[in-house]
């Protein structure tokens, strides 16, 4: 599916959801110049836009209209809109919003019953491919070890994990971390938040770094749902993979699987592909918190794009 790409749309859509989920106020004791709603409405523009907070300030300054539509009588500054984000504490919030999206896409009856599970790094920081191969440059005239700075780098790249459907791409689950890891740990919960939003969900599909027994079991024994995992994990082996499940997917999942259904989980990473290039590859926040905030609004910004281009359709 396509994303809408009306910054006033997306605004308006992002409104109506938050009006429904998310509280009026932050507290009775906040000077209720804006809901919350609002401001996250404002917030969702920002990463549609991949703006800052003093640019999308100026946006909507040039943009009154967009205001008016959503009950705002004014424009909030960048420090509203700065302590806004860190106050809607989306790690606890998210959730909610997911499932009521969710609601909207089953009622509209675009969802499918195949997910499929991936993840992708982001970019710590926003810095030039110069800067980059001039760092290089330097660290191997010092003699660091590739793997010295492999391992200060994956301390510090943030890590997404999502569970995508994939007939319209709409983002079930979320997965947030720091740093380089195995993604087996992720596969249950990702599988679970997803498979409790969308009950007739039939189908799982994920590659090799969720190859494990314990997850087929996972989902094909307390879930109901057929699992289809790469296997080759681990180092290579000349002998069968260990585990009923495992070695019928060495044996199911053998050459190419074009126009199969596994062939159907290139697209999870069409969505991360979706991601990177209409809300960027980098992160603006510096703490944990926030950039797992960052990463949770941009996946809240990315399934709200896609509402709107389906109520265009």
């Not at 019953?113 to 290089?136: G, K, T, W």
């Not at 740093?179 to 740990?185: E, I, L, V």
Request: glycine share 6%; charged share 25%; net charge positive.
């Amino acid at each position: 599916m396509l994303s809408c790409k009306s910054p006033r749309k997306v605004m308006h859509a992002a409104y109506q959801l938050a009006s429904g989920v998310l509280p009026k106020y932050f507290s009775k004791f906040s000077r209720h110049d804006f809901t919350v709603p609002q401001l996250f409405a404002c917030l969702i523009v920002k990463e549609q836009q991949r703006k800052t907070y003093r640019d999308v300030e100026a946006l909507l300054r040039d943009a009154p209209q967009w205001c008016h539509d959503i009950g705002m009588r004014k424009v909030p500054d960048h420090n509203t809109l700065c302590r806004a984000f860190h106050a809607l504490n989306l790690a606890r919030r998210s959730g909610k919003l997911l499932d009521r999206l969710t609601q909207w896409f089953a009622i509209a009856r675009q969802l499918g019953s195949i997910v499929a599970l991936d993840s992708s790094l982001y970019d710590p920081r926003y810095r030039s491919r110069h800067y980059e191969q001039r760092c290089r440059h330097y660290a191997q005239l010092q003699n660091h070890s590739a793997n010295t700075r492999r391992s200060r780098t994956a301390r510090l790249c943030p890590k997404l994990s999502i569970g995508v459907c994939t007939r319209c791409h709409l983002i079930l689950s979320t997965r947030v971390r720091t740093g380089f890891g195995s993604d087996n740990r992720d596969f249950e919960p990702l599988l679970f938040d997803a498979w409790r939003r969308h009950p007739r969900l039939r189908t799982v599909l994920a590659d090799a770094g969720y190859d494990s027994e314990a997850n087929h079991c996972i989902a094909r024994d307390d879930m109901g749902v057929r699992s289809f995992i790469k296997t080759g994990i681990g180092r290579p082996s000349k002998k069968p993979p260990s585990g009923y499940y495992r070695r019928l997917m060495s044996k199911r999942l053998k050459g190419s699987q074009r126009g199969k259904t596994y062939g159907q989980r290139a697209q999870a990473e069409t969505v991360n592909s979706m991601l990177k290039r209409n809300l960027g590859d980098a992160l603006r926040s510096r703490s944990p918190k926030a950039r797992r905030n960052e990463q949770l609004l941009r996946v809240l910004a990315h399934n709200i794009a896609l509402l709107c281009d389906e109520i265009e359709g």
